[in-house]
């Protein structure tokens, strides 16, 4: 097994509850329990196909339905080490075996979409990017979960604005994990020494007129020209914007899109910009020395900030996004993931599956946990009680930030991905890089984007 597919936690011991070992010794049914053979697909590492080794059931005493006594869960970096730090909690108060697969993002996401498009080899657990939720789903390889959530009644436990990609025709096919509500970072010490007041901001106007007092050679806020497409989704996700009517026509020439793009070019006019590739060497070194004051970005960023460019610490903090008006709404995303479960695995597989998400999702105590540990910011916003999120950050001159993210989060407009977001990714690339360099107005690059996309998809234009 390659670095990149390492196992976090080997460990194989059985840890059956109380229930489970009455089913064991035939105890109760009055029968041996049943067996699951449902396989563990290609080298072991997956849960689902037919002609693998058999696996042991144990009962779950609230339902009397009987559940794998073990299955796989597949994801990367943080999130892998998150999920194994729940493992043993789990194990301990649930029984049954879970074990975390760590992958390379993108190999984890191409290897489980193959598996589940063969029918064969997937892992019962698996995390999917809210962003993937519509190609996911279209392969018909997830289960549907909405029963068993009702059943819970974790539903509204969850930030609303995490259900929109997840569904589709009534059913659901994920449970939320976390999410990136979205903050201004700014470099405090560079704002103090040039005058900038960004804590009594409250509006995109209000901002740039701040920026304005930088020298010619320290930028506001970056544009990157790799990624005109984030920033305006976090924008247009704001206003409450939606890239498809409800009958699948294309919108992103609305209004909305369109008082977007004016903003966008507006702060660029406004010599307040820089262009800079998002996640280039250049990005973190102007970062680093401060020749870019803001960065626009999900709460997770800023864990990115202190691998990449430590020796900034105490110098940063982060405010709420700019509204478009006084008043107006504050809230937006960039980035969250959810759990899935294959739908080749068995029912017993399954059922374990959903037990072990549930426990890790929609449980106050372990949502903190991998905040505290590994900066994942909950869904689940019985979790925002918690002082946890009053706690200062060292990074950010000893700010709360967290406090300021859970405030947010309830707020996030819901957003529809669908499998022709990645159409909409090149449309508003290569439009607004027009836009900016001056080539279009902001009206002619958002109804050029739409117009691409509507030829490109066979859709009709709103």
């Known amino acids: 097994m390659t670095d990149s597919n390492r196992r976090l936690d080997r460990r194989r011991i059985l840890q059956l509850s109380a229930a489970g070992l009455a089913g064991l010794a035939g105890c109760g049914t009055g029968s041996q329990p049943a067996t699951d053979s449902s396989g563990s ?18 009962t779950d005493g609230s339902s009397g339905q009987q559940m794998a006594s073990s299955v796989t869960a597949w994801s990367w970096d943080v999130a892998a080490k998150s999920l194994d730090l729940i493992d043993e ?16 993002r993108s190999n984890m996401k191409d290897k489980f979409k193959s598996r ?45 604005g995490k259900w929109g990609p997840l569904t589709k025709d009534g059913a659901t096919y994920a449970l939320p994990w976390d999410l990136g509500p979205v903050g201004m970072f700014y470099r405090n010490d560079v704002a103090n020494e040039h005058g900038l007041d960004l804590e009594s901001v409250e509006t995109w106007d209000q901002f740039i007129a701040e920026g304005e007092k930088l020298p010619d050679d320290t930028a506001l806020m970056n544009l990157p020209p790799n990624d005109y497409d984030g920033v305006w989704r976090m924008m247009f996700r704001q206003l409450g914007g939606l890239p498809f009517t409800d009958s699948g026509a294309v919108n992103i020439h609305s209004e909305k899109s369109l008082r977007v793009a004016r903003q966008m070019k507006r702060a660029h006019d406004a010599g307040v910009t820089s262009s800079v590739a998002s996640w280039s060497s250049e990005w973190f070194n102007r970062f680093a020395d401060g020749s870019i004051t803001g960065l626009y970005g999900g709460a997770w960023i800023e864990g990115t900030l202190k691998a990449e460019i430590g020796d900034t610490s105490g110098k940063w903090r982060v405010m709420k996004p700019p509204a478009y008006e006084s008043g107006g709404n504050r809230a937006t995303n960039w980035g969250g993931s959810n759990l899935v479960i294959a739908d080749q695995v068995s029912d017993a597989k399954a059922r374990r599956a959903f037990d072990y998400m549930q426990f890790a999702l929609a449980n106050k105590e372990m949502q903190l946990k991998m905040y505290r540990e590994n900066g994942l910011f909950p869904a689940y916003k019985p979790a925002y009680e918690s002082d946890a999120f009053d706690q200062g950050s060292e990074f950010l001159g000893g700010q709360a930030a967290g406090r300021m993210f859970a405030e947010i989060a309830p707020n996030i407009p819901s957003y529809t991905y669908t499998t022709d977001t990645p159409e909409i990714t090149k449309a508003i690339n290569s439009e607004f890089k027009k836009m900016i360099s001056g080539d279009l107005t902001p009206k002619e690059a958002v109804d050029s984007a739409a117009n691409q996309v509507a030829d490109r998809t066979g859709r009709e234009l709103a």
Do not use: C
Not at 89 to 104: I, K, L, R, S, W
């Open 116 to 160: 589940i498009l063969s029918g064969s080899g997937a892992p019962a657990i698996a995390t999917m990017e809210s962003v993937d939720a519509a190609a996911w789903v279209d392969t018909g390889g997830l289960r549907d979960i909405s029963g068993w959530i009702e059943d819970a009644g974790i539903k509204d436990g969850f930030v609303s």
């Open 89 to 104: 909690p789990y194990e301990e108060a649930n029984g049954g075996d879970v074990t975390v697969e760590q992958f390379g």
């Open 41 to 58: 697909g290609d080298g072991g590492s997956g849960d689902g196909g037919s002609g693998g080794s058999s696996t042991e059931t144990a």
